[in-house]
Every structure is written in structure tokens, then in C-alpha cells.
């Protein structure tokens, strides 16, 4: 062949390379992407992070925000809660969940309706729409994502309003300056060496005033999953010993500012197969009990939260077969008790929420520390406050179960190897993006049944 010919033959593929389309939840821009840009026919290429953009389809695809986002100053600027309509600012004596309907959130909701559409089988598609009626928290990952709270909020207090129901939204406060410090699925936008601790104080402030907003709507946050469990365990990673005062001062800001507008907040307290091990037990309720009494002590301090998106029973008669080693808090409910007494003789009497989105199925993974997309876990108990404990207040679903906890893909700026040990499931997007396959196992192996 002709160089010229070669030419012409070159020059006739770019017309298809210019047409092509990734399919609906592929992946469509973001940096390095060398891909396609655009997308299928029903669906929407919309930014998740720097690092990935997904084909989400048109009825799933997040609102804009109803007002742009504040810009975030260089210094920190602590909120005023008498400058809109106060809280209650008497806590309540028992269990927050009680006499309130939990808010189902209209982010996971569209996730859900969409990813169902995408199922044939129509036993298995009736059962994967019924998650959508399933009250899981709204995570708030960046700065951007914040003025949409306002937007929840006002709409719970509406549907309080007409339907005589108080109403409780439930949040997850998830963006300290360099975030995961011993893992990379989840790094987050804030750098400490960038002026991270002020840009996390006006984050927090940015909460605090679209919350204090609505003060007939009560509001359960989750408070930064995995930050203070990595101090517990991870000093010796550089990022870990090089965050722990930013962390801590971070935690102390978010703690003392929520409970000025009356937020019910439990500290993220890893899970039984991190700090259940005997040398972790009590240097980790020493750290809760540190932070409660800097975060001023407050009652809406209510306690931890304990196997945010992980997998661990509350509950086993035996422990799992498949882990060689065994910490000493083989569940969630054990890993409560075991704690509880520390904490309580430290000052902190804690109450506790237990994730149990994706619990029902156990023995899959082959260490405890395993936490990516792991094979075969399905959708665990319904939220409840039915939890057979007095220390636990309610089982929730913290996690979004089809929400990808990271990705396969070893070319990725965000790849964590854990996303390639044989017990996660292969391939696997961005973290945070929708993985639809996942989600149908998770229906299909739900435990109890949906």
C-alpha cells in the first residue's frame, strides 16, 4: 500500500472515532482520558472528579445546584448560628431516630431507578427499584455538592409539613485535607499543604448555614469515615503521621460547629476487623474520648459509627471461616460492646449506628482489611431501630450499595491494589461512580431477601 493510500484509509476512520459514544455508565472524560467524550443517545457525560467523568442516564443524572457554591476563603470564618433561625439547642435525652421518619435521598433514589431500568429480568428488576424506598445517608465529598443540602432539607420540611411526620435527613461529613491517608480510591480535593485546614472550616461552614436554615428538620451525620481509625492504626504511614494535628483540628471544628445547629453526630469508628484487634481496642476509645471532650463534650455528640461501607455482620455465632486471623470483635455488635465500657470510663458515654447496607452474605473476603467491591456481598438488614442492643440507636445504610468503592483499573491516578485482590469484584470504575453490575448482586444476593 501507498503512503498516500495509507493516508486516505487513516483519514477515513476519523469520522467513526469521532462519532464514537461510550455506553451508558461508561466512562467519558477526565484526565488522561484518551477515550470517547461523549455519550449514548438518554444519557449525560457528567463530571464526577477531575479524574473521571460517567454517561449517567438523563433521569439520573444529579440537579444543578440551586445556588453556586460559596467560594471557599483562605482563611477560616466560624458560623454565627444566630444569624438565621436557631435549633433546638436542647438535645434530646434518648436514641435521635425516635419519632422521626428518615428522608430518603433523591441522589441514591435516581441511582437506583435507573440502575434498575437497566435489568431484564423482570423478578430481579422489581426487586432492585424497591432499594430506592431504602433511607441511605447523603455523602457531601466536596465543596460543590453542599447547596444542594439546602435543597433536601427545604424538601423534607415540606413533606413534614404535609405530612405531619418530623422528619430527619442523615448526612455524611467526608472532605478533610488529604482524606484516606493510607489509601488513594478516595482521595479527596483538599491538600493540607495547599491551605486544607481552612478550606475544610469554611466546608464546614457552608454545612452549618444551609442547615441552620431548617431548624424543624433534624439532622444525623456521619462524621469523616476512616479519618480517626487511621490514627488509631496508620502513624506509621507518612500521610497518616503527617495528618494527624490537621486531622484532629478538622474533626474538633466539624463537631463544635454542627452541634451549634443541633446535628446528632457519630465519629466514624472504622470497623470489628480494624480496631476489634486487642491492641487497637484501647488506644482507639482513647481517641474518641479525646475528640468528644475537644469537640466541647456536647450531647449531640451521640457516638460512633461503626462498618461504614464494609461488610461485617452485627452479629455471628462463630467467627468467619475464611480469615485466618480473628480480632477479638468478630461483629459489629460485639466490636460495640467491647468498646463501650472504654469510652464510658473515659467520660464519652457513646451510643453507636452500625452500617449493614452490604452485609448479607459473610465468609467472602480473605482478610479482614479487604474492603473493595468484594464478591458476592448482597444488600444486609433494613434500617431499623429495632437493634436488639441498647447501645446501638439504629442499623442504617451509610454506604450507597452501587456506589463503587474504587477502581480495577491500575492505570488510574486513583488505583488502590486492594481493587485487584481476588476477593473484589473485576473490572470496577472510579470510586463513587455507579457500578452497575455490582448493584444487581447486591440485589440478587440480599440477605434478607428484598
Not at 160 to 165: A, E, H, R
Not at 274 to 299: C, D, K, R
Request: charged share 10%.
Amino acid at each position: 500500500m501507498s503512503k498516500f493510500s495509507a493516508l486516505l484509509s487513516l483519514l477515513a476512520l476519523i469520522p467513526a472515532l469521532a462519532h464514537a459514544q461510550s455506553a451508558v455508565w461508561g466512562q467519558c472524560g477526565g484526565i488522561g482520558w484518551t477515550g470517547a467524550t461523549t455519550c449514548v443517545s438518554g444519557s449525560v457525560c457528567t463530571e464526577l472528579n477531575d479524574y473521571y467523568s460517567q454517561c449517567i442516564p438523563s433521569s439520573a443524572a444529579p440537579p444543578p445546584p440551586t445556588s453556586s457554591p460559596t467560594t471557599v476563603s483562605s482563611t477560616p470564618t466560624p458560623t454565627s448560628p444566630s444569624s438565621g433561625p436557631s435549633p433546638t439547642d436542647t438535645p434530646s435525652a434518648g436514641n435521635p431516630y425516635t419519632g422521626y421518619e428518615v428522608f430518603l435521598s433523591p441522589v441514591y433514589a435516581a441511582e437506583v431507578a435507573a440502575g434498575a431500568a437497566q435489568i431484564t429480568d423482570a423478578t430481579l428488576q422489581s426487586k432492585a427499584a424497591s432499594v430506592a424506598n431504602i433511607p441511605t445517608f447523603i455523602w457531601f465529598d466536596e465543596v460543590a455538592k453542599v447547596p444542594n443540602l439546602g435543597t433536601y432539607l427545604a424538601s423534607a420540611s415540606a413533606l413534614g409539613t404535609s405530612s405531619g411526620q418530623k422528619q430527619l435527613v442523615q448526612i455524611v461529613v467526608y472532605d478533610l485535607p488529604d482524606r484516606d491517608c493510607a489509601a488513594k480510591a478516595s482521595n479527596g480535593e483538599f491538600s493540607i499543604a495547599d491551605g486544607g485546614q481552612a478550606k475544610y472550616f469554611n466546608y464546614i461552614d457552608q454545612l452549618v448555614a444551609q442547615i441552620q436554615q431548617f431548624p424543624d428538620v433534624r439532622v444525623v451525620a456521619v462524621i469523616e469515615p476512616d479519618s480517626l481509625a487511621n490514627l488509631v492504626t496508620n502513624l506509621s504511614v507518612e500521610k497518616c503521621a503527617n495528618a494527624e494535628t490537621t486531622y484532629k483540628a478538622c474533626v474538633t471544628y466539624a463537631l463544635q460547629q454542627l452541634a451549634s445547629v443541633g446535628v446528632y453526630m457519630y465519629m466514624d469508628a472504622g470497623h470489628a476487623g480494624w480496631l476489634g484487634w486487642p491492641a487497637n481496642l484501647s488506644p482507639a476509645a482513647q481517641l474518641f474520648a479525646q475528640m468528644y471532650e475537644s469537640g466541647g463534650s456536647s450531647p449531640f455528640i451521640r457516638g460512633l459509627a461503626t462498618n461504614v461501607a464494609n461488610y461485617n455482620a452485627l452479629s455471628v455465632a462463630t467467627p468467619t471461616r475464611s480469615l485466618r486471623a480473628t480480632p477479638i470483635t468478630t461483629s459489629s455488635s460485639t466490636s460495640t460492646s467491647a468498646l463501650s465500657p472504654m469510652l464510658t470510663s473515659q467520660g464519652f458515654p457513646a451510643s453507636f449506628i452500625v452500617d449493614q447496607g452490604r452485609s448479607g452474605q459473610q465468609d467472602l473476603r480473605q482478610q479482614w482489611g479487604d474492603w473493595c467491591n468484594i464478591k458476592g456481598a448482597g444488600f444486609g438488614t433494613r434500617p431499623t431501630t429495632n437493634t436488639g442492643s441498647s447501645l446501638i440507636d439504629s442499623i442504617v445504610w451509610v454506604k450507597p450499595g452501587g456506589e463503587c468503592d474504587g477502581t480495577s483499573n491500575s492505570s488510574s491516578p486513583r488505583y488502590d491494589s486492594t481493587c485487584s485482590l481476588p476477593d473484589a469484584d473485576q473490572p470496577s470504575p472510579e470510586a463513587g461512580t455507579w457500578f452497575q453490575e455490582y448493584f444487581q448482586t447486591l440485589v440478587s444476593q440480599a440477605n434478607p431477601p428484598l
